[in-house]
């Protein structure tokens, strides 16, 4: 991907260059396909999984700061939809299709669009209640809309998703796509050690997706990714010190995090019984 820079003006010192790309309609163990507009977010998810490309992109700029911006993005779909078979598309697995150099971009948006003409799934996971301004697209159309929650707990939300939406406008996104019909779910995940994964946070989560009658949940543990800890370790540094050995074990000691596994599927498989929700929970860690 040759890239080049083009401004670092936002107030909050985010670096956005543009690039070009080779490829954006990718095979998934997600889905049959991904697709990921932009390489790096600026939710800055303290346990963001997507680190892990800045081993195949390097940048000077920490995880959070920067934003690559495929700009050639829709034409090169367009090639790729000259000969893909349609099936379902996740967006996005690598960043957050609704980041906010979306508004500035729409790349996602356009590329949805020409996804959902050529008659494949499109199935929205985001952070972002920026997406209900491109809900018209999906309306009448083959797509489901999700939100990853990690946490109830808007205060733990602030600290560990900075730059992402808050819980409530979640959940209004959930809301509105059940107003237009359309398929819904939600990714409870990672749940937060010793923050987000007791047995009454994780009935209130149940109970919350019952209520508005999501169609498919997920739920998922913290897991150690190459690149994560140094982020979680910093922010347990500074926020919450009396548990940062115990983080290190569930992640590091196998034994540890066999047990702990073990215990919170069990209160997760509670949780979904009490839901009554056995039929919408997938395959959970």
Request: neutral net charge; hydrophobic residues 40%.
């Amino acid at each position: 991907m040759e890239t080049n820079d083009v401004f670092n003006d936002d107030p909050s010192d985010v670096v956005i260059r543009e690039t070009v790309c080779k490829t954006i309609l990718n095979n998934s163990a997600l889905g049959d396909y991904s697709l990921n507009c932009y390489t790096g977010c600026t939710h800055r998810c303290a346990y963001c999984y997507a680190r892990f490309m800045q081993r195949f992109h390097p940048h000077a700029e920490s995880w959070g700061t920067f934003v690559d911006v495929k700009i050639n993005a829709v034409e090169v779909l367009k090639r790729q939809l000259r000969r893909a078979t349609p099936g379902d598309v996740f967006v996005s697995s690598a960043c957050d299709g609704w980041q906010p150099v979306e508004s500035q971009y729409r790349l996602t948006r356009r590329c949805c669009e020409l996804l959902l003409e050529r008659g494949f799934q499109v199935n929205v996971l985001t952070k972002s209640a920026a997406v209900l301004s491109d809900m018209d697209i999906f309306a009448g159309r083959t797509a489901r809309i999700g939100v990853t929650v990690t946490t109830l707990d808007e205060h733990l939300r602030k600290l560990w998703e900075p730059g992402a939406s808050d819980i409530e406008q979640r959940w209004q996104v959930i809301a509105t796509a059940h107003r237009m019909n359309l398929k819904t779910s939600v990714m409870f995940g990672p749940l937060l050690p010793k923050l987000s994964d007791d047995q009454n946070t994780l009935d209130a989560m149940l109970q919350r997706a019952g209520d508005m009658h999501i169609d498919a949940i997920w739920v998922d543990a913290m897991n150690p990714r190459p690149r994560v800890w140094a982020a979680v370790a910093e922010l347990l540094r500074k926020e919450f010190p009396e548990l940062s050995a115990y983080y290190r074990k569930i992640l590091f000691d196998p034994t540890v995090r066999a047990q702990y596994l073990g215990e919170l599927r069990a209160r997760i498989a509670l949780a979904t019984q009490r839901a009554k929700l056995t039929d919408r929970v997938g395959a959970c860690m």
